[in-house]
Nanobody, 116 residues
Framework: QVQLVESGGGLVQAGGSLRLSCAAS????????MGWFRQAPGKERELVARISRLGTYYVDSVKGRFTISRDNAKNTVYLQMNSLKPEDTAVYYC???????????WGQGTQVTVSS
């Protein structure tokens, strides 16, 4: 059973920065595809960024502003968010996809609020 624990959310002014962290336990972290999703009230959950052995992916709206990275020695994935905009306001969720089982695991979510 994979457990994901997120931290780093908060309130920031437009143009500011935050770094989200997600610590994983319960498996072989280096084999996981790790992603960050977000969901705003009344909207669908969307994939923001993903990192795997094949590389990285970013949704167009965050390209050039967000960076996903991972530290396999610490079993942790990060999302560095710069130049934040009010439209980035959402609950951000850490996701792990396990290749052996094709299952998705989710963190509890962390609130990011960007004020104008």
């Amino acid at each position: 059973q994979v457990q994901l624990v997120e931290s780093g959310g908060g309130l920031v002014q437009a143009g500011g920065s935050l770094r989200l962290s997600c610590a994983a336990s319960g498996g072989t972290f280096s084999s996981y595809a790790m992603g960050w999703f977000r969901q705003a009230p009344g909207k669908e959950r969307e994939l923001v960024a993903r990192i795997s052995r094949l590389g990285t992916y970013y949704v167009d709206s965050v390209k050039g502003r967000f960076t996903i990275s991972r530290d396999n020695a610490k079993n942790t994935v990060y999302l560095q968010m710069n130049s934040l905009k009010p439209e980035d306001t959402a609950v951000y969720y850490c996701n792990a996809r396990i290749p052996a089982t094709n299952r998705d695991y989710w963190g509890q979510g962390t609130q990011v609020t960007v004020s104008s």
